[in-house]
């Protein structure tokens, strides 16, 4: 297997291995009563941050020029460190709810002004992944030290700016066309 096709398969490694500790982490929890196992599954969720990091700086340091399946790590990662705390509570919730009688997760506003900040807080989130992958990208460059090799993991991480761009219209449109919310009757 050529190290392109390693890197590739480490990042889906790391997605696997993050569903399948987060659901034995949230079955010890809440099926099994293993409350302290499940604190270091759930804990370790970051440990394959670290691998894919470690994958993709010794990769690039071994001389491979920067491509896709770099700008896929530093995408992973990124998203991985601004939202993953945010799908561990969501699975949580879900979790609890459906095997521990807990109350049900909460869901986003309906529509409204309500709906509207909701969606620009998200977009905000998403913005902050952004600056999160520029970040990385850096120190992918600066950990690697050759800029010849590494120049196009910027440029392509710069080409991320079109996630920014069209996430934008959720919170565009839910501001300019909001969705009226029925009032309930009392």
């Known amino acids: 297997m ?13 997605e696997v291995g993050f569903w399948v500790l987060l659901a034995l ?46 700008v896929l790590a530093v995408a992973y990662l990124a998203y991985s460190l601004v939202f993953g705390h945010r799908t561990l509570r969501w699975a949580d ?28 807080v998200l977009w905000l989130w998403i913005v902050v992944a952004y600056g999160v992958a520029w970040m990385i990208g850096l120190a992918l460059v600066w950990l690697v030290g050759d800029p010849t090799r590494t120049e196009p993991l910027l440029g392509m991480v710069g080409g991320l700016s079109k996630i920014v761009l069209i996430a934008l219209l959720w919170p565009v449109s839910y501001t300019l066309w909001p969705k009226k919310v029925e009032q309930a009757e009392s």
């Not at 050529?2 to 790391?14: E, P, Q, S």
């Open 2 to 14: 050529t190290m392109d096709k390693v890197i590739l398969a480490i990042i889906v490694a790391c």
């Open 25 to 70: 982490g949230l079955a010890s929890r809440y099926l099994w009563g293993h409350r302290r196992l499940s604190n270091v599954l759930l804990l370790s969720v970051p440990l394959l941050d670290v691998i894919l990091l470690a994958a993709a700086v010794i990769d690039m340091r071994a001389g491979a020029p920067a491509d896709l399946r770099h």
């Open 93 to 120: 919730a879900k979790f609890h709810h459906r095997f521990a009688d807990g109350p049900p997760p909460p869901r986003p506003p309906a529509g409204g002004t309500a709906r509207a900040r909701y969606e620009w």
